[in-house]
């Protein structure tokens, strides 16, 4: 179906990509964020290493973990909400000052466009952020839709997201491939009922993307324009 791409795309009609650690390296952005918000608590502040392991549940857990760090204990709800609204204010005044595309990314989504496929964004970034990023990026046209993790009831690794994009794509799962970076990415493929691709430069929990067993890792997006030699079947 796909001569060109590598053989994991030849029965496939849908990719869904993450975006956070996937697609864009955020976590600068991110990291000066929640720098400012918990400065203006007088909390200590993270740097970016350690806000690189927080991310991939959505804003609200981001800022529960930044808080909890802090405080070395769980943050008040009062605290936590007047954290998440300042957080929200400044990432959203300043969501791709520092960010960055991922080597490879518009190429391969450009082929991937070009090829036929429907690519869907189903990340847990909240949905106000995700246009305004990809516009940036000039990756907006190769997108049919995107889903946040405020757009549905469930977000990531709950299968929702995926089986409501492939459901309003009218393509059944078994013709479709998640892509992300971390295990949340790789549990919600599996539960959908989608093949499982994944790239281990992204944002993980410090843990090997291996270990969540999907079904292909590759180091770059552009490996999928051809055979990859060296990309890697765990399953």
């Known amino acids: 179906m796909h001569s060109n791409l590598h053989p994991i795309l030849q029965d496939k009609r849908l990719m869904a990509f993450d975006l956070d650690g996937t697609l864009i390296d955020s976590v600068p952005d991110l990291a000066a964020a929640m720098a400012r918000t918990l400065s203006e608590l007088d909390l200590r502040v993270p740097n970016e290493v350690e806000v690189r392991d927080w ?11 930044a808080l909890t760090w802090a405080l070395q204990t769980a943050p008040e709800p009062a605290l936590q909400t007047r954290a998440f609204n300042a957080f929200m204010a400044h990432y959203g005044a ?54 946040g993790g405020d757009s549905l009831a469930k977000k990531k690794p709950d299968p929702l997201p995926l089986l409501h994009a492939a459901n309003m794509c009218q393509i059944p799962p078994a013709e479709c491939i998640m892509v992300g970076d971390s295990r949340h990415d790789m549990a919600a493929g599996k539960a959908a009922g989608f093949a499982t691709l994944a790239l281990p430069y992204g944002y993980n929990h410090g843990e090997p993307i291996e270990q969540s067993q999907p079904d292909l890792v590759i180091t770059s997006l552009t490996e999928l324009l051809m055979p990859a030699p060296h990309a890697t079947r765990t399953a």
């Open 55 to 65: 991310v991939g549940n959505g804003a609200p857990v981001l800022v529960e973990r």
């Open 94 to 147: 300043a969501p791709n000052t520092l960010t960055t595309l991922y080597p490879g990314v518009k190429e391969a989504l450009q082929v991937l466009h070009q090829e036929g496929l429907t690519l869907v964004l189903i990340t847990n970034k909240p949905e106000r952020f995700i246009e305004p990023l990809l516009e940036h990026f000039n990756l907006l046209t190769f997108f049919t839709l995107w889903i």
